[in-house]
Each structure stands twice: as structure tokens, then as C-alpha cells.
């Protein structure tokens, strides 16, 4: 699928997502583009949708995408991080800094999108890098309120292999 980052009515830069996955009915699309990997996060939710990767043990030391929309188009994501086997602290509640760069947000019909994208590797203690050309264990989840707080109803668990086109 093809979209397009529209700044001021001229088409600035065009993002192909050439690889995705489902799993219990969450999407997850991404491409590498330069030194970052833009993501598409997709699940039948009007609540939060998350991405996690780096998990040692459930949730424990993964690197998180949470992320909602309000008011059909308003986004609001965060960076968070495992920090026990049940439960993620925001990066800058622990003394990091917010990594993810908000590309586009929707919902509507009862599903909440996310596009955003994530340097492969950051300076934060708190973010895990994103290694190209290796199987990547990624953590999927949604919850049904505008609260990174409230658990998840949904998750799952897949592999995917990060490589530039
Ligand atoms: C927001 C607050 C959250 C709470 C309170 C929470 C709580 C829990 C708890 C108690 C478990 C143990 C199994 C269970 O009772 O279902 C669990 C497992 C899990 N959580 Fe969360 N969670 C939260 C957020 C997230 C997020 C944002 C993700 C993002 C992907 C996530 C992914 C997972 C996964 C994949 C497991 C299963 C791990 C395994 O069995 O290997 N959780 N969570």
C-alpha cells in the first residue's frame, strides 16, 4: 500500500509498505527507509494500539509504541519501556526521551492506524535498536480505552525480518 506525507498541499515523500503481517487481527506493516523503519500499526479498536520489540521475558525489557487517536485524526503516541515481566514505564518517566516520530494517525469505523517511524538504533537506554536482517520478535497488542495505562484486550506475538528494498 502507497500513502503519501502531504505538507502545505505538495507531496513531499511517498512511503511503499512492501511487508506486513496479521495476528489475532492487529496489522502490522513497515518499510525501511534510510536509517529509520516506518511502521503502520493498525487494530479493530477505538483504545490504544502498541508495537514492542526486545522483550526478555512477557513484557519485560521490550521497547514500546503506544500509541491512540482522538477526535478521528489526532494522534497522541508514546515511547515506553518494559520494565517487568507485566508492566511498561514512558521512557521519560525513567529519565530517557520520546523516539517515535508521528507520521499519520486515523480511526474511524471502530479502527485506530497509526504511521510512525523509529531511528534503528537511538542513544536512549530505554529504547532497544531495531537490527536489519534478522528474525525480530515483535509484541502486538490493543486495549480498548484512550489510556496507555488500561490493559491490553488483544496481543500477539510474531517474528519479521527488518531489510531495506
Ligand atoms: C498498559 C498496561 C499493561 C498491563 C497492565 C499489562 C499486563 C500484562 C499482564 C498481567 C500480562 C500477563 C498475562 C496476562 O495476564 O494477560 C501481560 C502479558 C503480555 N503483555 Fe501486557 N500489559 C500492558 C501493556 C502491554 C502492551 C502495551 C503490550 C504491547 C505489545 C503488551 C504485551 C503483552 C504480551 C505480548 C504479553 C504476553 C507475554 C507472554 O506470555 O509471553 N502489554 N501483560
Known sequence: MRF???MMGMVVASVCFAEGIEANGIKLQW?????????A???????????GWGAT?????????IGYVTNGNRGVIEDHFGVSVTGHRR????GGIENFRMIEAQ??????RLVFARSLVTKDTYDVPLV???PLEVILAYGRFDNT???HAVIAKVKITLKRK
Open 149 to 151: 495505562t488500561s490493559k
Open 91 to 94: 521512557d521519560t518517566d525513567l
Open 41 to 51: 500499526l493498525e487494530a479493530p479498536t477505538t483504545g490504544w494500539v502498541s508495537l
Open 107 to 112: 480511526e474511524g469505523n471502530g479502527i485506530t
Open 132 to 134: 536489519l536482517d534478522k
Open 31 to 39: 518499510e525501511v527507509v534510510s536509517n529509520e523503519v516506518v511502521f
Open 4 to 6: 503519501f506525507l502531504l
Open 57 to 65: 521475558a512477557k513484557m519485560k525489557d521490550a521497547d514500546y509504541l
